[in-house]
Every structure is written in structure tokens, then in C-alpha cells.
């Protein structure tokens, strides 16, 4: 039990690196037109035109979609676990399960918000999407 979940916290931090990497790399190493060029290089003939590119991109709504369902899963499970808290009369193992489902919703809606950030961050910053307002000079 704790080598897993020592495994989940390396494979976390892991993906956090890699996310952060990619985010911040010069765009001469992802190469000329940036991840947005990459992305629409590989869409192929009859595929929709906006993959990438702006708030209303096939790639965004697909990721905000994921992580909103994440979010409404971990408010349901924190629920669910304050009802079986609620019924459980008192029984030691009924309580113990009960507040582990309560935390593990918590830290589950913890991370669906973080990563609902950092995905929001990594498409603002390598993708170029709309976050704010531009000056032309």
C-alpha cells in the first residue's frame, strides 16, 4: 500500500516536470509556428479546422470536458462518503472507510482543480490561447 502510493507521488511529480518542460520551452525547440503548426500539420484531409487555436479548439474543450468530469466525480464520492459517515452507527471499520472516502475525494478534487491550472497555464503558454488582453503597438 505505501510503495504505491509512493509510486503515484514520483509518477505525479514525473508528469508535473514533463508538463512544466514542455511549457516552458523555447519555441525554436518545438520548432517554427509552435505547437499550433505541429498540431495542425498532423490533421489530416476532412478533420476539423480548429484543433488548437483559441477557447473554442477541439483540444481544449476535449480537456476541460475530462477534467470537469473529474471534479463533479470528486464532489459525488465526498458526498457518497459523508452519507456512509451519516449511516455508519458508530462501527469502527464503517467510520474508518467513510473518512477515507472523504479524503480521497478531497485530494481527487484537489488535483482535478491543480490540474485544471496547469493544463490551463501549459495551453496559454505554448499553444498562445486567448487569456488576456493584448496591446498593439
Known amino acids: 500500500m505505501m510503495k504505491q502510493g509512493f509510486l503515484g507521488v514520483v509518477a505525479g511529480v514525473l508528469a508535473l ?11 525554436s525547440a518545438i520548432g517554427e509556428g509552435g505547437a499550433p503548426a505541429g498540431v495542425n500539420a498532423a490533421r ?26 473529474a471534479g463533479v466525480l470528486s464532489v459525488v464520492m465526498l ?10 452507527s458508530g462501527k469502527k471499520d464503517s467510520v474508518t472507510a467513510a473518512k ?5 475525494a478531497i485530494i481527487g478534487l484537489l488535483i482535478s482543480i491543480f490540474a485544471y491550472a496547469i493544463i490551463n497555464f501549459v495551453l496559454m503558454t505554448a499553444i498562445g490561447g ?3 488582453p493584448t496591446t498593439n503597438v
Open 17 to 27: 516536470g514533463l508538463g512544466v518542460t514542455v511549457a516552458t520551452a523555447p519555441v
Open 44 to 69: 489530416g484531409d476532412n478533420m476539423p479546422a480548429n484543433l488548437a487555436n483559441g477557447d473554442s479548439s477541439i483540444i481544449r474543450r476535449g480537456i476541460n470536458l475530462m477534467l470537469y468530469g
Open 79 to 88: 458526498i457518497w462518503g459523508g452519507v456512509r459517515y451519516v449511516v455508519s
Open 100 to 104: 477515507n472516502t472523504i479524503v480521497y
Open 130 to 132: 486567448s487569456g488576456g
